[in-house]
C-alpha cells in the first residue's frame, strides 16, 4: 500500500510494517498496486510529470462520470507502467505511451505476465492488454467485430490460464461473460440475461461458479437490470442466476466489487445499502443442520 509518496507492506498477523520505496519524482496518478505470483514484484501506472513533458492536465467538466472519463481519455497524457523489487525497492518503468493505462494485475500463476487496460469510453478503446515485467510481449485480448462493441472490467482466473470480461455486442443489447484462454487464444462466451448482467464479475477458485454484483438505474444495462448478488453456474451456454442479496436500496455510484474467498464458501462485496459504506459477505451455499 501506498501512503504519502511511499509504498509500505504490513505484516497482517504481527503489525510489522517496512519500507518498500518511495516512488521516485514525477510518478503520480496511476494505478496499482498490484503483487506478483512469487511475490518479488510490485507493479501499476503512473502518470509522467506533465511540467516536463508540455501537456496539460484536462480541467473537470461538468457530466459527472462519464463526462470525466472522456476528457481524461480525451488528454492522451503520457504515461508508463512500473515495476518495484519488493526486497531492494529498485523502480523499473517502461511501456511508455499516451493511452490512459489502468486497472494494472499481475497473473496469479505467472509472475511476469501483467494484465493492465486502455481506460476511456469502452466503445472507443481496445480495452484488453498483457505484456511481460521487461516490456516485452505486448498484446491485445479482444478485438471488436461491431460498432458500439465493448468489453472490460478484465480478471484472471485463479489459476492464471483465462481472462474473463464482461462483453456486450452491441452496448446495452446483448450481454455476455467471456473468457480468453491464453494457452491457445480460445474464446468462452456465456450468454447473460439483460437482467442478470452485472457490473463486476468474478470467478470462484474452483472456476465452476461466477458472481456478478448487478447494475443500478444508471448502469450500463438499465433499464431492466437487477440490483442483486447473484451466484452464476454455466450451464448449455448461459449463465444460470441465483439471486443471493436484494441491493434495491444501494446507490451503484459505490461499485459492489465481488470476489470469492478463497475457499469459495463466501462472496465478499460492498455496499451502502444501509447508509454507510461496509463489507459485507454472503454464504454461496446454505449450511443445512445435522
Known sequence: YTKGNTIYATHLDTRETRQIAPFPPGMR??????????????????VEDVAETNTDRPARPPG?????????????????????EIQTGAVK??????????????????????????????HKVDRIWTIRTDGSGLKKIHTRTMDMEIAGHE?????GKIIWY????????????AG??????????????????SVHYNVSPDGQHFAGDGGGPRSVAAPGNGQWIYLFTPKDGVLEAERLVDLARH???????????PDGQWIVFRSNMHG???????????KTED
Not at 166 to 176: A, R
Not at 190 to 197: L, P
Not at 276 to 286: D, L
Open 155 to 159: 480478471f484472471f482466473s485463479p489459476n
Open 64 to 84: 459527472g462520470r462519464e463526462g470525466g472519463l472522456e476528457a481524461r481519455w480525451a488528454a492522451r497524457l503520457p504515461m508508463r507502467l512500473y515495476t518495484v
Open 166 to 177: 464482461d462483453l456486450q455486442t452491441p452496448k446495452s443489447q446483448v450481454f455476455w461473460l
Open 29 to 46: 496518478g496511476g494505478s496499482g498496486l498490484a503483487v506478483n505470483a512469487d511475490e518479488t514484484l510490485l507493479a501499476g501506472s503512473f
Open 93 to 122: 518503468t517502461f511501456h511508455p505511451s499516451r493511452d490512459w493505462l489502468n486497472h494494472v494485475q499481475f497473473s496469479p500463476s505467472d509472475p511476469t505476465l501483467i494484465l493492465f487496460c486502455h481506460e476511456g469510453p469502452w
Open 276 to 286: 454507510p459504506t461496509h463489507v459485507y459477505a454472503v454464504e454461496v451455499q446454505k
Open 251 to 261: 446507490d451503484y455510484r459505490l461499485e459492489p466489487n465481488v470476489t470469492f474467498t
Open 180 to 197: 480468453h484462454v491464453l494457452a491457445t487464444s480460445e474464446m468462452i462466451k456465456y450468454r447473460v440475461a439483460r437482467e442478470h448482467w
